[in-house]
């Protein structure tokens, strides 16, 4: 767990709840010890703060910890007052209806994407993405789709962050290779998954975009080589484009918050 001393307690223990969401399960203390660069009494204190302001959960029969009451009722906060979610629904309802396919909806995270919403398709597919998961952003149709849009400097700085890690024979090695990529994506607006994250899945996705352009997000269809083609995705690039032109119009006065770097 890599923790930022300028910022003090509050990130170290902002950097504890992180390493305990991460295992996606109740956790024993010591393998947050494991998974932490804390000494064990800071990190134990650490613990013990967030147990007692209900930001951890604490399960005294298996003495196991979990995200707490308290940061669940902040999560939904957010989700309402400071993501597209809750404005996309019913256009991500929409698309799925006519498409019955995997839709997605997702917000930049720093570097990373964070997944806001999932409509699974008629028949679902087994997929890492899953709404409130973080992603790579370099490997990723909706990650690509916002990197490519983002000012120059920062684009650069958030490439310079990517981790490269070759999921498959078709992820981007570097920068260079990703930044030829997303020039195509913003003169076509339009952005593909070419099995680059997990292999057979693909997708199509494209950036929601403000009146000047900046991404506020994007929404993807995703599917699998086994049924679909990346042709059978492009075709339905208008139905994708329409939605998320419809997402912007009713974001329009929407103050998202500034992505962290």
């Known amino acids: 767990m890599g923790v930022s001393h300028s910022d003090g307690t509050v990130g170290k223990a902002l950097a504890v709840l992180d390493v305990v969401a ?14 932490s660069d804390l000494p064990k009494a800071t990190l134990y204190r650490l ?3 967030l147990t007692n302001q209900h930001m951890l959960g604490f399960d005294a029969q298996n003495h ?3 995200p707490g009451t308290r940061l669940m009722r902040l999560a939904h906060a957010a989700w309402q007052q400071a993501s597209l979610a809750p404005i996309a629904r019913p256009h991500l309802d929409r698309l799925s209806a006519q498409l019955g396919q995997t839709v997605h909806l997702a917000q930049l995270d720093g570097a990373q994407v964070l997944y806001l919403d999932k409509r699974n398709a008629t028949r679902p597919i087994a997929m890492f993405s899953d ?3 973080i992603g790579p952003g370099y490997c990723t149709g909706v990650g690509k789709a916002m990197l490519a849009f ?7 700085r958030l490439l310079q962050q990517q981790s490269y890690y070759p999921h498959t024979d078709a992820t981007h090695r570097n920068a260079e290779s990703l930044e030829g990529e997303l020039a195509e994506i913003r003169q076509n607006r339009l952005s593909f998954d070419r099995e680059e994250h997990e292999p057979t899945i693909i997708c199509v996705a494209v950036p929601i975009l403000d009146k000047t352009d900046h991404p506020l997000g994007a ?6 080589t086994l049924r679909h083609s990346l042709d059978d995705l492009a075709g339905l690039a208008p139905a994708l484009t329409e939605a998320a032109t419809e997402i912007a119009q009713d974001a329009s006065g929407l103050l998202m918050p500034s ?3």
Request: aromatic share 8%; glycine share 6%; no cysteine.
């Open 64 to 66: 196991t910890y979990q």
């Open 47 to 49: 613990i013990q703060t």
């Open 131 to 133: 709404a409130g998961k």
């Open 22 to 35: 991460s295992f996606g399960r109740p956790v024993r203390f010591a393998e947050v010890q494991a998974a």
């Open 150 to 156: 983002l000012p120059d400097e920062k684009r650069a």
């Open 259 to 261: 992505e962290t770097t």
């Open 219 to 224: 929404i993807s269809v995703t599917s699998s």
